[in-house]
């Protein structure tokens, strides 16, 4: 429950703070999302794709910009094609999320490389 409430703080936080007033996204901001849209594997918009991202960056104390959306993006892009598609990028930022380790002094790049070997063995366990 504890972990719940916190993941629903960091979603509100990063909704209040990543946009414009008007709730469209700065041009820097939208040209690096189009960009993952189209490199992300699966039917994932670049709303989606922000949404979640702006979870993970907020909960790394990471500004959301265009650089960092990049560089996150490519990490999990990188994974994504190391795994040779046995999932996704989508996959690897939920459980991210789920894991919550950023308070706990976990590096983004850290929680990036456990996320994806616990894909790896979830996926071993069902075979």
């Known amino acids: 429950m504890k972990n719940f409430i916190a ?3 960091i979603v509100i936080m990063a909704s209040c703070g990543s946009s414009n007033e008007d709730g469209k996204m700065t041009g820097d901001t939208a040209e690096a ?3 993952l849209e189209s490199v992300f594997d699966g039917p ?9 991202l702006d979870t993970v ?3 790394y104390n990471m500004e959301l910009k265009k650089e960092n959306y ?5 990490s999990l892009v990188a994974v994504r094609k190391g795994s040779k598609g046995s ?3 989508i996959d690897i930022i939920n459980d991210m999320i789920k ?3 950023g ?3 976990v590096s983004l790049d850290e929680q990036l490389d456990k996320s994806a070997k616990a894909l790896e063995r979830n996926l071993a366990n069902k075979e």
């Open 7 to 9: 993941v629903m703080v």
């Open 33 to 35: 999302l189009d960009m």
């Open 44 to 52: 994932y918009s670049k709303w989606a794709i922000k949404s979640k």
């Open 57 to 59: 960056l907020t909960m």
């Open 70 to 74: 990049l560089k996150v993006g490519n």
């Open 87 to 89: 999932y996704v990028e």
């Open 99 to 101: 894991a919550n380790s």
């Open 103 to 105: 308070a706990q002094g």
